[in-house]
């Protein structure tokens, strides 16, 4: 599968992804060839059309992707935003939506959590869902929502019933199906970010907007819980891609260290730029061990919320400390576009923050796996 993924990656050299970074451009072609191999449905059971492997098998996927120095943050949504259908949805949701999803018909590739006054604290978040007859009625706002243009379904988590009325702050909220193409212009507006990397991240606004009542997923108030289980495929699958950039920049590194003279020899020679290639390479070999663990569990069906954290944060540390070494060893030259290090070391930073932020990670581990008392 490695072989495979990097031979269809081969054909998206570094020079597409560098036009792409420039002109803010979609991989749209990419993103339809990994489509039709195949790649974006190997979550999907083979009943509904997928390829059913397992979030292991997945990681391989991610991880090359990012390895070959392409962007794989077009490619991660499609398949763990599918497993809250697949795990929530009814048969006549994953009936409707998985067939399509896995041959490319539909695109759900959008997740929006995130509002801007209630950032990481999401039972707070403020967009609203109020049932009338037939269908809900969504007012309120998102932020940082990755490629809502170029998606046909969202996943979307909104409150149901209001904070004061739960009896734990992690009920009430609720999880929806919404078909993009009729939504925006029909009480979703959708506005662009222009942001550090290009990632095609929007602000939502939502003016009562009307989703029918049967694109619930799961149970009225449940959504927590929809969107949560997630959540760890998410994480597993997102360290995957930081180990695939860490191992892009240890290579990168390596290569120019042997390559490059100054003082009439390699600067590789030198153990003050070999140790930090080794280093970063002893720790993304060692984070790579914890995704692995992660996604053995995760496909075991056990749990697996502590390790799908420390894999994500000891991941995405690796890939910044390796992005920052190879900065380092390409001296001047990082700094050229043409390299492609400074794009890859831009978008590999996201990983320290989204989609859920170092700090966060070794709370959830002081107070979940130590027992610390809690913060928040
Ligand atoms: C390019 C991009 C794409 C994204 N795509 C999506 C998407 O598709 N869907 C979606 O829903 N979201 C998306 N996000 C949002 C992302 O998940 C959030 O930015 C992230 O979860 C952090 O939330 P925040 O930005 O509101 O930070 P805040 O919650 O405001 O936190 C700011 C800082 O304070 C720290 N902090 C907060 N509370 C505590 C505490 N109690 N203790 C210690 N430290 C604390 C955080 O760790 C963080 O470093 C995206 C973000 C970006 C930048």
Redesign the pocket.
Known sequence: MREAVAALCARYGEDYWRRLDAERGYPTEFVREMNEAGFLSALIPEEYGGAGLGVIDACVIMEEISRRGAHAGACHAQMYVMGAVLRHGSEAQKRAYLPKIASGELRLQ?????EPTT???TTKLRTTARRDGDVYRVNGQ?V???RVQHSDLMVLLARTTPLEQVEKKTKGLSAFIVDLREAVGNGLTVRPID?M?N?H?CELFFDDLAIPAGNLLGKEGDGFRVVLDGMNAERILIASECIGDARYFIDKASAYAKDRVVFERPIGTNQGIQFPIAKCYAETEAAALMVERAATLFDAGEKCGAEANMAKMLAADASWNAADMCMQTHGGFAFSREYDIERKFRETR?YR????????VL?YIAEHVLGLPR??
């Open positions: 959008s997740f929006g959590v995130t950032g990481t604290d998102k940082w929502i990755s942001a990397i990632h991240a996201l923050i989204a989609p859920i932020s170092t700090n966060l709370s913060s928040f």
